[in-house]
């Protein structure tokens, strides 16, 4: 796979999104919910198969930091205390491309446990 650098990473003045471009000329932009239901970190993903954690109550959530992690990622800090997840470029890419299909995904399995996007 052909790796992808993203040359400008921006936060919406409402902190409700990320644009991101990559230098092939892609750009996306990614809704904080989606960023934070789908984070990469141990919290949401588990530490193995069958561990992921659906996050229910996140539909007003905003970005409130971004660390640079090597020279590969960026962790980004959440509103609600969330900072554990470090996204790698690639991952912002997939999140891009097929993150639409992922986030209607967690939109079912909520529905299923009888979840909500907004908080309680």
């Given at each position: 796979m052909t790796e992808f650098w993203p040359t400008d990473l921006k936060v919406s003045k409402d902190r409700r999104q990320l644009s991101v471009t990559y230098d092939d000329g892609q750009s996306f932009t990614l809704p904080a919910e989606m960023l934070r239901v789908l984070s990469p970190?141990?919290?949401?993903k588990g530490h193995g198969p069958g561990q992921e954690v659906t996050v229910?109550?996140?539909r007003n959530v905003q970005i409130s930091a971004?660390?640079?992690?090597?020279?590969?990622?960026v962790r980004i800090g959440f509103d609600d205390g969330h900072?554990?997840?470090?996204?790698t470029w690639s991952y912002l890419r997939e999140l891009?491309?097929?993150?639409?299909?992922k986030f209607a995904e967690y939109e079912q399995k909520l529905?299923?446990?009888?979840?909500?996007?907004d908080a309680m």
């Open positions: 970190s141990a919290e949401v229910p109550g996140k971004m660390h640079p992690t090597g020279n590969y990622a900072d554990s997840g470090i996204f891009g491309e097929s993150g639409d299909d529905a299923e446990k009888k979840l909500s996007r």
